[in-house]
């Protein structure tokens, strides 16, 4: 049983955000790693000590403080990547040139299937990885204002688009809302079938400076593997700069 704060023996220590006790010194902050399970704190000013034993130690006043939230954990990890991580600011620019339309499944961790680092590459999600006129903003924006010039399109298996029907999920927001949405959900059955047509949207595109390299590729959620995707043949590209 630890001696209480401030007695002899005990080196005093400090709460965290969440209300955890940290031991004094850096080698304290270091090692400190937020839980997401409640820890019974004695409560200060919990109306005298109780008699005996662990009894005197507990007293009346212990609660279990709440479990820290999702958000809560994302602030302590950053503080911790500003401190301990962060190598410094990078270029705007991507270093490769390159533009990434993806999926946005957590399952995914695209950096590490493409090989690319911070810096290297824009990474352009949504669900499904699909082409729609928000990622068509995107891509001109980052071939105008910050140089790239390959557009690479990767989709995967097990998707959740495969799993939807348009009508159905309109007909429920219209009953849900009362509004029947204006948007399409883009969704689709062959991943491979669609990253061909999403090529096809992307060389069709009055906006963009580079259709000539775009390429793409299916992610199988089941074994890690990447596949590439045939490129549709028969569309004649404008010349790029």
Known sequence: ??????APGRRPGRLSRGGHRRGGGRQGLRSFAPSRTGHRLAAAGSGGEASGGEGAERG?????PPAMSEADEIREHADRYSR????????????????????MDSRMPIFAILGLRPGEAHI??????VVTDDVVRSLLLSQRLMGTREIVLVHHTDCGLTKISEDRMRS???????MRPWFAFESFQDPYADVKQSILRLRRSPFLVHRDRISGFVYEVESGLLHPVDAPAGIDLQASD
Not at 60 to 64: D, F, M, P, R, S
Not at 124 to 129: D, K, V, Y
């Open 60 to 64: 009346a006043g212990w609660h279990t």
């Open 1 to 6: 049983m630890m001696p209480p704060e401030g």
């Open 124 to 129: 352009i999600r949504n669900a499904g990885g």
């Open 84 to 103: 301990d991580g962060f190598a410094g600011m990078l270029p705007l620019r991507p270093s490769r040139s390159l533009a990434i339309v993806t999926c």
């Open 172 to 178: 429920e927001l219209e009953r849900d809302t009362g």
